[in-house]
């Protein structure tokens, strides 16, 4: 009788442990805290002086919900003027319209400036959205955010110049720090939008003043910070969140709004935050005999950082943040705990089907399937085709592997002996035109994909790939045909924009 009761008291003990967490899982993440800085930088400070900076991070917008809504009014309360946003609009391999809803809201004296994040390249094809009119290669004559990729704008405010730099994805390899830094004039300070903050090294050895970053969603979970210390964890977590500095360089990075992964936050709330910058001498005195404790637990001490008291030229402090909590909902609830979400990604783009045509392109939605980007062209043609009554017009713009990424394409290529696709070359010069397949093994090195190079003559150009050829670039290991992931076609080392037709891409 007694161990009976002892189990059950067991069992109800567990029970609320585990019903403990998922409420303090809730709460964090369905609640905002709002964070106030102070900084005092006398290069900053001499252009934005008394003005008000919004940073917000990793939104992973699905939809416009009672999250969405409180930001919105909480930057309505606080007028802003600048908001800098650091990438990942979207939820993995998500829809643009619910965060572009939310961006356009975006309202700040000096501006509104965005870069993409790594979820961007999830979903690609819809990422054209943010800068260019809807189906069109004319980019928005007004944009809101204004979106910087791997480049600066030059912003005045009160007769002084200050520079705004953006870097593209570097967790997916698009950034370049000295391209987005070329014609920039050094004499002016410089803030630097990175979605991840693992450039953060580059950028301080290049003299950026004050670099903004997120991805990593302060560890989303507390016991991130802990695991860090004990197990090896990747190299960009070394930055989970807060301030950090090196040499002159300081950088600042989110905790950010939504999650990744896992459905849920816990003991790292979503944040927004503010800075007001400062060069006054006498402030800053005031303010570090104020807040001195603050102030030095505000600078992250790492390997790579600079002690506190050795910095001289940068003072933090801070007012205590506030959390706004969204109250409960039975959809919120479910989102929060939503663990088929977890499933669901982890098997995207599993389905396939009997057809052997790949992609013939004759309606519309062929064209949804295709990786848009900005100053790369699709549309349907009714010349050069082969099969059908279009064909594919691509125009593809200077660059070192500007091309076509075919994600969402039929899986199971074991019954073709032949992978075929006509291309038209309009041009009078032959074009080097590159092929790579992935299974699901192959990752994103070199020496696990299939990759092979075809030459485009001036006319119509019949590719023909034999598929038992389709092996690994180095231990020549045959691809899984069943378990194709991914095709890409490009141009490689682009120097000018190019003119292409692609028509009936089959296994035969």
């Known amino acids: ?146 979106f910087l990729r791997n480049s600066f704008i030059p912003l005045e405010i009160n007769g002084r110049a200050i520079n705004i730099i953006g870097v593209d994805d570097p967790v997916n390899k698009k950034s370049d720090l000295k391209t987005s830094l070329k014609n920039v004039n050094s004499n002016h300070p410089s803030i630097l939008l990175s979605h991840s903050p693992e450039i953060f090294e580059e950028a301080s050895g290049l003299g950026i003043d004050f670099l903004l970053a997120g991805h990593n969603h302060g560890g989303q979970i507390f016991i991130t910070k802990l695991l860090r210390k004990i ?142 980007e900005c100053h790369k062209w699709f549309e349907l043609s009714d010349t050069n085709v082969t099969s059908g009554k279009r064909s594919l017009r691509i125009i593809l713009p200077p660059g070192q592997y500007p091309g076509i990424n075919f994600e969402e394409i039929e899986k199971d290529w074991s019954k073709g002996n032949y992978l075929k696709m006509d291309i038209f070359n309009p041009s009078d010069e032959d074009i080097k035109f590159h092929v790579r397949i992935d299974d699901n093994k192959s990752g994103w090195e070199y020496v696990n994909r299939f990759d092979i190079n075809c030459e485009l003559k001036q006319g119509m150009n019949h590719i023909s790939i034999p598929t038992d050829s389709i092996k690994t670039n180095i231990h020549h290991r045959p691809l899984n045909l069943k378990k194709i992931k991914r095709m890409m076609v490009f141009i490689p080392n682009n120097l000018q924009p190019h003119e292409l037709y692609i028509d009936y891409i089959r296994l035969e």
């Open 231 to 372: 197990i090896p964890l990747a190299a960009t977590l070394e930055y989970l969140d807060g301030f950090f500095q090196q040499g002159k360089g300081l950088m600042y990075v989110s905790r950010g709004i939504g999650t990744s992964y896992l459905p849920f936050r816990l003991g790292v709330k979503p944040e927004i935050t503010f800075f007001k910058f400062t060069n006054d001498t006498n402030e800053k005195i005031r303010m570090s005999r104020k807040n001195q404790a603050d102030q030095i637990s505000e600078i992250n001490k790492t390997k790579h950082i600079e002690q506190a008291s050795k910095v001289s030229t940068v003072s933090i402090s801070n007012s205590p943040p506030y959390t706004l909590f969204l109250g409960f909902s039975i959809s919120s609830i479910l989102e929060t705990f939503d663990f088929g979400s977890v499933i669901r990604n982890s098997f995207a783009s599993t389905n396939s089907s009997n057809s052997s045509v790949l992609f013939d392109f004759e309606s519309e939605s062929d064209l949804k399937k295709l990786n848009w």
């Open 1 to 146: 009788m007694r161990s009976k009761r002892k189990r059950l008291y067991i069992i109800i003990i567990l029970i609320s442990i585990v019903l403990l967490f998922a409420a303090k899982a809730y709460y964090d993440t369905n609640s905002i805290e709002v964070k106030h800085y102070r900084i005092e930088n006398s290069s900053i400070g001499e252009v934005l002086s008394g003005l008000k900076v919004a940073h917000l991070s990793d939104l992973h917008i699905k939809n416009m919900g009672l999250m969405e809504s409180e930001i919105l009014e909480t930057l309505k309360e606080e007028k802003p003027d600048l908001i800098f946003i650091t990438g990942d609009f979207i939820s993995f391999k998500g829809q643009y319209e619910p965060p572009m809803s939310f961006l356009q809201q975006l309202r700040a004296p000096f501006g509104v400036y965005a870069i993409l994040g790594n979820t961007e390249y999830s979903n690609e094809k819809g990422s054209c959205t943010l800068c260019h009119q809807k189906r069109s290669k004319e980019l928005k004559e007004k944009q809101n955010p204004i």
